[in-house]
């Protein structure tokens, strides 16, 4: 049975030669938004009111240090219960104010709305000298995550169980590589972050450059589908090696090598995270 990816067939839709990044780049301007909604990204009995607004923030501010860019201003839209009382909604401006502060980034504006849950779309506009795009991928280049995979999955996985007491990690606050990206962005060939999971992801950049993966041993399912990691996913000529491999050092950010670029098809193992 074949399975239609929406949110592929949608984004095809449009037209825009700009779309296809994590981030569209106008001019000197890098532009991104995402969305997270109550009972979609997160359930309110998982979070408190700052975690939710910071973590809408984090996870919209990695666009920007995937495209290797200095995020400056961000516009948020904000839908939230009239229930709310002005203690909670100082709350939630608590985490947006935290995110925003510690990646140096003013809130210039947006919209605020009743709604009958929480949802919240932030826009940030960001800029770089040099975007690290999802194209550039040559046969031959090594592949490689930041971090380490899997936990995201395992909190989802409890909380989605019952769990209670979980331990307030990546699904909670992931940990955005800025300063490893801004050193090493010169001797990357193409980079993205990983949201939808590593295969997902990896399939994204197998259809941007027509390439495929030869791996260097199995990665368990569970690791490469686990998605919201917010590691970085990126490529790198076998001659910058030892270069990227210092700078990783430098900035404290383990990196795994996996994989080589291979002119072969690549498939996903995973199921589409949106629709």
């Given at each position: 049975m074949y399975f239609l990816n929406k949110e592929d067939f949608f984004i095809s839709c449009f037209r825009s030669k700009k779309i296809g990044d994590d981030a569209a780049i106008v001019d000197d301007w890098i532009i991104s938004k995402d969305a997270f909604f109550e009972n979609?990204?997160?359930k309110r009995e998982w979070f408190s009111l700052e975690?939710?607004?910071?973590?809408?923030?984090?996870?919209?501010?990695?666009?920007?240090?995937?495209?290797?860019?200095?995020?400056?201003?961000?516009?948020?839209?904000?839908?939230?219960?009239?229930?709310?009382?002005?203690?909670?909604?100082?709350?939630?401006f608590g985490g947006f104010d935290r995110a925003a502060r510690e990646f140096g980034i003013e809130i210039i504006g947006g919209d605020t709305i009743s709604n009958i849950k929480i949802d919240i779309t932030v826009t940030v506009l960001a800029k770089s000298k040099r975007p690290l795009k999802r194209s550039?991928?040559?046969?031959?280049?090594?592949?490689?995550?930041t971090g380490e995979l899997?936990?995201?999955?395992?909190?989802l996985n409890a909380l989605l169980r019952g769990v209670k007491s979980v331990r307030r990690g990546r699904f909670y606050a992931?940990?955005?590589r800025q300063r490893f990206i801004s050193k090493a962005g010169s001797s990357l060939r193409c980079g993205m972050d990983i949201s939808d999971?590593?295969?997902?992801d990896l399939k994204k950049l197998s259809l941007v450059n027509r390439l495929g993966f030869e791996f260097y041993k199995p990665i368990d399912k569970a690791v490469g589908c686990s998605g919201e990691e917010y590691e970085m996913l990126i490529a790198f000529s076998p001659r910058e090696r030892k270069k990227v491999q210092?700078?990783?050092?430098?900035?404290?950010?383990?990196?795994?090598?996996?994989?080589?670029?291979?002119?072969?098809n690549y498939k996903s193992k995973c199921k589409a995270h949106h629709f």
């Open positions: 979609v990204h997160f975690e939710i607004a910071y973590k809408a923030m984090l996870v919209n501010i990695s666009d920007a240090v995937a495209m290797n860019a200095d995020p400056l201003y961000a516009l948020l839209a904000v839908a939230v219960p009239s229930t709310l009382r002005p203690a909670e909604l100082k709350e939630l550039g991928l040559k046969e031959g280049d090594l592949v490689a995550y899997g936990s995201s999955k395992k909190t992931p940990k955005l999971g590593l295969f997902a210092r700078i990783a050092k430098a900035t404290r950010c383990a990196l795994q090598i996996f994989a080589i670029a291979k002119r072969q």
